[in-house]
């Protein structure tokens, strides 16, 4: 009844592969059974064993894991492979994956070009398989919440928006010493054109549009590379201008020191606004005109379908960073099986990242790179 | 290499056995392999097969999944037992399941009354099993930093502690009608002689004794059924003093209403405090005389090692109930896997409540509501 | 047209004296123009002269001023006195001001016994002259927006209490150095019965009387002395009965170490519950059954007419504590203009604490130290 | 000894000049004794009576009150002159008032242009006389805090700065109607080329160059007016570099709805960082890299001599707006009492925004208004 379930990358010790394992587990709609953790054939097998998987579906790269997988019946060979790599190790795994009619969820961002992801984009079209990105901010329930409501124009038509992700982890030069996430984040030939913009920018830039139900149009950006010695950018601001014409500004940083990872999105209507931060994950703050502003929150009777959908316990029970991750994963489970089933998922399933969001967020990050190279003030946002 | 784990209760619509099985699943150490999901056969089967289990092993009763367990190979047959029935049928199975040979996981309380818990106690002694009582909030990373904090004296002696759990959900009489949860919470038949009391104020005497690392030692009770045509208590506050002489007050309501289930703890010594609230769940606020109040955070490099050892994400990703809940899980895993293997768990593994914890909340059940019909003022907290 | 104010006490160095004169200064309504600042003439003349006093109305003794002051013609001489001594101070110069003319804006609790108060009470009532209490707290604008919200009933029958000021800075013997204000404020023949409960404990009575609109009628009290060698109690909690038949609590502490001064009180009816606390004063958060909680605010257009007439500036723009204080100023110098005009005035301004409030802290003082002392467990609240 | 005030503008129904009112009464050091409270002399003098002022020192024109005062015995001659009219009422009186010996207090902002600015400059510089410009947010101890904090260099070099200024009150045409405030806000006749940027983004504007102690060189800005019909700006971000090549954000809006007026900043050292906000004024929060945030406090110990300096109730008390805005009539009173005493004020007491910090804030206007309407990206901040 589970979905049998792959991963490429996530060895022992890398941080987002055991993130994907743990929103895996949560629902309990997913089983590991193969796995190619590293191209070290040594250390994939080891992660094998710690996660007590059968040696056999342990692979020494992904290209065996594709290949051995596909020889397997198909009652037992892997349905959903989960990609967890560095940037530029995206694309031909998912590539040979979907080829291969497996299904894929992706970490962000798509992949390393804006190149590869359009053309990621027709394979995945031609695949017929499906394809998630884990922007794991859009999987929060009070994010859903918030674009429900504004998409009921309730709060009248968006005027303003900020979106900010402020980190402080690379204040120093992190790289330089065993700091495995800071090494290949920084390095563009791993990571891409972009570094902070890339890391976090495009999932601020994702729940910009998300919530908004909008499209970024236009943008000027200020990127800058604070630490000495630095590769790519740690560091930017920009500005941008959103399809129904309003204006927004997106914030990321990576050297805000003593910053944890607190994502932020303030979006304002004509009649009102809200506000979702992760570090009170599980509220919304709704204001209004001459009104008080309510704290909406999680597990309640009366937040929208979509948030009520993504929440799994009782009002006051906080749900976290990995519960968000866990309802794309489920939400993505759901829409296998309503498919398997010969049926359409609810809305609310439905919604999940998938390859046109990867598409815009690499798009984003081409765009803003080359804005802060630019001396033109505003560009166009081209994909 | 997963704990095969069996569930007792749980059924559809039930809470709390949905919060045991997210639990269990999070971390990839159990595999929920068998269940007597309600002592209706029929939706006993009906769950098994919404979780996908093997039908054989999807039982009409609890004696009937024990024996049948039983019979099967070792390597096959449940190795743990979640038991998550009202409390009134805690103590049969449990007993039952230990006499037999498997391990338990009880949801608090533990017993139905006193008397009771002391009976399994030695139950338990004389099995050679293990037994793991799920009160969540001691799963908390920060919970368990405030007690190693205050564990160290750094903070000083321990003067006073306020805990608190005010919730609103019995604010009207919701056992008149269809909600299952408040119909046997407030039946004396199910629950036993307290309400509020045994429900949530067990939690918070729990919650008391774990991060103080003192005892109760008195008790004088103001013990309230605001609600017209309530069997149990439904509100109640108690003055406590504690083992080395401190003072405290306990506060645990039902009827608070539009709070959620926001308990919180403060607790000061001779130097400083320490506040803590599941709201908040990853925040713990050290103050100090003349000195700024420190917010420690879970995920840090500076946290203690209980705190990071129940820890799974970075700073900044919150986790919530469902990942404490699952720190007693996993746990109650890696002790009995270090127990299987021969060697001692670290003690940050050993840290879950269990035989103990439930038999002095039991107490404290009988304890309290005696205080609250007494006209005496101050009595003793006996066990 | 300003009410020419004259202040007994509050020489220089005094914490609450610069306070009252702060408050009375904000509003522009009084003008400080004599004072008896200090039993030793030398300390009263230089803080008159600090003050840029007039030394002739600069005096060595309370008697001195209203013997002084009651020479000079009408039109000159003061019309309200300020009493801001310790509390063993407080009956005679009431008196002989009351029994002379003055108007007496007082510090609280009252006086040093219950029996003064009462006897305070016929004074008052026999002298034609009016009295102010400054028990702060009901200054606060959302206090004064929970009273009245309450008073609507549209969160229905109040039903559960809780009321707390926990500080910290009595945490060490402090009393033993040069800190006067912890000299006279645990000094059973300066202070009274009580050192907490007489100091924060009465605001905290105060506080739940104001806001609920009921009455204490029995209470269970807890009261100790933590610090070693401090004579009056430092630390209390207290269960309560109201005259509605609901219940609360009072929580107040001067060794709660690291602590400042975070009074806070929740009270909770049938459809929902109020909640306010000092460290965010401009706020008061609103609870309904199955509804968002609401953030009132100061300053916005939709608070009732007892928030909106004890507010200066617009939504957004913090008042404080000195504010709060000088609300108790104003609404007693509106009440004594309008009582000048012949008029009556509106009934927020009425609303500042006053004699009645005094004795009833004088007997929450009385009546929660015996029951702290007895081994009785319920006793009634008597006046 | 109460310095002698007179005030321009702030007849009934004006917002600030009230504030200025409060914040000169609130610790003794003004008497205000005289005014032009409006150009209608009819309207002046009612403010008068209401203000119980000598009718023979309430002028009909600012002209006037300067004339007429000038005329006065030296010892009864105002010696401060308040100015609260809309801008393009600044340059003119305070021109008058310098020129004839009066020091002043100035809203904010400085002028109506830059030019007049400058001119203003060399006006002060040969009058002899002193200028007090309220900018209210760098009144706030913790304000003040933040900048001592950097200055001593211990979170390092200042990397990255935001600082906001969201407002709801414009969202709708609010010119239209009665509103006054709304109406010369909005009008470039009396505002001035910049609306939301002249209002509030000189607040933030000033708030960033004093925390940080470094100034703007470049800037690049997006304005927007979102309103239709809107004559002058109501929304805009700005992107800049700062002296010592820092960047930072700065975001100002009318038209946030449901916001109230919570300025916030946030900087960024490469060791750690500072936040501070006026919705919660009384505390800054300060990080460290792998450290706990601290949370710093108003009025505790531990703070440095400018917020001291700046405080005057114990910890827990909260001070709000209107006490930063006297902390400037306070500085600015102790200055002139140092200089008449022939004293040197210590450096706390000169810390008051003064006709430099107009002048860039002039600048900033012009610059700003400049920079949105350029297709220049980065343009030079120049004075």
Redesign the interface.
Known sequence: ??LRLAMIGGGVGA?IG??H??AA????QYE?VAGAFSSDAEKSAATGVL??LDPARVYGSYQQLIEGEKQLPEAERVQVISIVTPNYLHFAPAKMALENGFHVILDKPLTFSLAEAKQLQEIVKASGCLLCLTHTYTGYPMVKEARQLLATNE??PI??A?V?Y????L??FEEGGNNKQAAWRTDPARSGVAGAMGDIGTHAFNLLEYVTGLQVTKL?A?I?T?VAGRQLDD?G?V?LKLSNGA?A?L?A?Q????????VKI?V??????VQWQ?????TL?????????????T????VGSFARHNT????????????AFANLYRNFALTLQARAAGTLPPPEALDYPGIEDGVRGMAFIENVIASGK?????TEFRV
Chains 1, 2, 3, 4 share one sequence.
């Open positions: 009844m589970k941080f055991a993130v394992r743990l587990n949560l629902d309990g590991l996660l007590g709060l009248g005027r303003k900020y900010e402020p980190q402080g982890w204040s120093k000027c200020d800058n604070v560091d601001a500005l204006s500004v914030m940083s050297i805000a020191a003593g910053e944890e990872n607190n303030r304002y209507g004509e009649q009102g606004g992760q570090a009170d994950a599980n703050l709704v204001s209004r005109l001459d009104q008080p502003t309510e704290i909406r929150r597990g309640t009777g009366y799994r316990v009782p009002a006051g029970h906080p749900e976290g960073y990995l519960e630019s001396s033109e003030k505003w």
